[in-house]
Nanobody, 127 residues
């Protein structure tokens, strides 16, 4: 089992950048596919990005492709989400999530694909 703690959210102007971090507990972080999701008020939780166990494969939602970058540092048990060119519609609570995987398949994009979740960090983009 892994425990996840997000950080790095905040208030930023449109066009700005933020980097979210998700620190994981446990010794087997490198066995987990990691994902980022977001949930805006009144909306369903939606997929943002995912990264394979070793970091070699990534997958993005069309809405963030080219602006957001997911990465991980297995030595630090941490996954990151670099968010550039932020837009007001990126405003949401952002959650990291993990699932144990035996392969480098990374296109897990439904919330129920991930058993492990952090508590979320709020991102607000002002216009």
């Amino acid at each position: 089992q892994v425990q996840l703690v997000e950080s790095g959210g905040g208030l930023v102007q449109a066009g700005g950048s933020l980097r979210l971090s998700c620190a994981a507990s446990g010794r087997t972080f490198s066995n987990y596919v990691m994902g980022w999701f977001r949930q805006a008020p009144g909306k369903e939780r939606e997929f943002v990005a995912a990264i394979s166990r070793g970091g070699g494969n990534t997958y993005y939602a069309d809405s963030v492709k080219g602006r957001f970058t997911i990465s991980r540092d297995n030595a630090k048990n941490t996954v990151y989400l670099q968010m550039n060119s932020l837009k007001p519609e990126d405003t949401a609570d952002y959650y990291c999530a993990g699932r144990i995987s035996a392969s480098d398949y990374v296109r897990w994009q439904r919330p129920h694909d991930y058993p492990y979740w952090g508590q979320g960090t709020q991102v607000t983009v002002s216009s």
